[in-house]
Nanobody
Framework: QVQLVESGGGLVQPGDSLRLSCAAS????????IGWFRQAPGKERGGVSCISSSGGRTNYVDIAKGRFTISRDNAKNTVYLQMNSLKPEDTAVYYC??????????????????WGQGTQVTVSS
């Protein structure tokens, strides 16, 4: 069974850090790009960051640059999103997804064919 499972979300205070994980089972992420997306209450889902299959290329949306870091461990079939200096506006459900793309990564949801169920991140004092 092909599955992506996110973990690591939770309730934190402004300025704190979280590391989200996205573990794949039933298939290999080796030749696939991975993207992290998020959806805040009342807003559309949008891209946060993505990473190519080798990890050599990464992209971040402006709100994530300098605070978030995406990485992957193909041996563990897992991708991570390290989030530092969290702000209340980072509150959202965070989703990981994978796309059949090797040499770059995409910020477009339509390029991704498998999605996780999401993990809630709440930043509040």
């Amino acid at each position: 069974q092909v599955q992506l499972v996110e973990s690591g979300g939770g309730l934190v205070q402004p300025g704190d850090s979280l590391r989200l994980s996205c573990a794949a089972s039933g298939f290999s992420l080796d030749y696939r790009a991975i993207g992290w997306f998020r959806q805040a209450p009342g807003k559309e889902r949008g891209g946060v960051s993505c990473i190519s299959s080798s990890g050599g290329r990464t992209n971040y949306v402006d709100i994530a640059k300098g605070r978030f870091t995406i990485s992957r461990d193909n041996a563990k079939n897992t991708v991570y999103l390290q989030m530092n200096s969290l702000k209340p506006e980072d509150t959202a459900v965070y989703y990981c997804a994978t796309a059949p793309i090797r040499y770059y990564c995409s910020g477009l949801m339509r390029d991704y064919d498998y999605w996780g169920q999401g993990t809630q991140v709440t930043v509040s004092s």
